[in-house]
């Protein structure tokens, strides 16, 4: 079974530019999680969905980020402009609903550096 | 709203030696506590997880956790260190957003394990 997949694993941009994560989650998973991890601290919820709905974007700066999953399987998490504050790691996560709906399965993530 | 702590920044332990890492947590209702392990530029893989039974959960790898309801703590043992355990482990409640399915993580703790 293939894991979750992210794209780029690195981008570096300055700061006021925009940038770009792509996930593909677990085939057959419909909860999706963004979550955000800064240097020597743990992972921090962004946005969840689940299908193409948002259940979950109570910690998301919406001023300058943005997530979607249109049709309800990959998703995007754009950060536009981005500031110096913004270099962390973006992870994305999948879950099923049944089964082992508990537990989240992590991809390698996205290092963001901005400059 | 739900919180872990991880007193530990980092715990050394030479190989061949028994490991604990500690966790306390704080959350409404009854708990469900997860373990994952971060490895360089990686994502977190889950090691175990308690939602109800035994105090005593088994993991992957060897390592089991030990959920004390009296002193909320769920701390991740392991009997015999490996040098590969080396890595970040971060233990994690789940709360509850819309989806009933939110990861609060904590800042992680450093295993070093030295031959």
């Known amino acids: 079974e293939a894991g979750v997949a992210q794209s780029p694993r690195y981008k570096i941009i300055e700061k006021r530019q925009s940038v770009a994560f792509w996930c593909n989650p677990i085939s057959g998973h419909a909860t999706l999680y963004w979550y955000q991890q800064i240097l020597g601290q743990g992972p921090k919820l962004l946005i969840q969905?689940?299908?193409?709905?948002?259940?979950?974007d109570s910690q998301l700066p919406k001023d300058r980020f943005s997530a979607e999953r249109l049709k309800g399987v990959d998703s995007t998490l754009k950060i536009q402009p981005a500031k110096l504050e913004d270099s962390a790691v973006y992870l994305c996560?999948?879950?099923?609903?049944?089964?082992?709906?508990?537990?989240?399965?992590f991809g390698a993530g996205t290092r963001l550096s901005v400059l | 709203a739900q919180s872990v702590a991880q007193p530990e920044d980092q715990v050394n332990v030479a190989e061949g030696n028994p490991l604990t890492v500690k966790c306390t947590y704080s959350?409404?209702?009854?708990?469900?506590l997860f373990w994952y392990v971060q490895y360089p530029n990686r994502g977190l893989q889950f090691l175990l997880k308690?939602?109800?039974?035994?105090?005593l959960v088994k993991g992957s790898y060897g390592f089991e956790a030990e959920f004390n309801k009296s002193q909320t703590s769920f701390h991740l043992k392991k009997p015999s260190a490996l040098v590969s355990d080396s890595a970040l482990y971060f233990c994690a409640v789940r709360g509850y957003n819309n989806a009933g399915n939110m990861l609060t993580f904590g800042g992680g703790t450093r295993l070093m394990v030295k031959p």
């Open positions: 996560a999948s879950s099923s609903i049944q089964g082992t709906k508990n537990i989240q399965y």
């Open positions: 959350v409404s209702g009854n708990p469900y």
């Open positions: 308690y939602i109800t039974g035994d105090n």
């Open positions: 969905f689940q299908n193409n709905g948002v259940v979950d």
